[in-house]
């Protein structure tokens, strides 16, 4: 199964933003599903993740202007990103996993001016 990522672009400072993904196919319901990020010259990092059974966590840094969420039946993760700042600029990334497999979106490219 692949995992499709959609959304990204170029947005001004404090705007707003959303990216979606998804199951390529019918697979079995992930049971972890995560937004990550990896800024130009830095380490990929955990942005954001939600579980199966509801649980959700989102980094210190986008407390409060990012949210996750997610649609188990669909097999899909959004992360609404509100108030962006400049040092959101990424590429993201989803991801997946299910029991010991894990499974990685291409990456969409988030770009906030100042």
């Known amino acids: 199964v692949q995992l499709q990522a959609s959304g990204g672009g170029l947005v001004q400072a404090w705007g707003c933003l959303g990216l979606?993904?998804?199951?390529?196919?019918?697979?079995?319901?992930?049971?972890?599903m995560a937004w990550y990020r990896q800024a130009p010259g830095k380490q990929r990092e955990l942005v954001a993740r939600?579980?199966?059974?509801?649980?959700?966590n989102l980094v210190d840094a986008v407390k409060g202007r990012f949210t996750i969420s997610r649609d188990n039946a669909k097999n899909s993760a959004d992360l609404h990103m509100n108030s962006l700042k400049p040092e959101d600029t990424a590429v993201y990334y989803c991801?997946?996993?299910?029991?010991?497999?894990?499974?990685w979106g291409q990456g969409t490219e988030v770009t906030v001016s100042s």
């Open positions: 979606s993904c998804a199951a390529s196919r019918r697979f079995a319901t992930f049971w972890r």
């Open positions: 991801y997946a996993q299910l029991g010991a497999s894990a499974y």
């Open positions: 939600a579980d199966s059974d509801g649980s959700t």
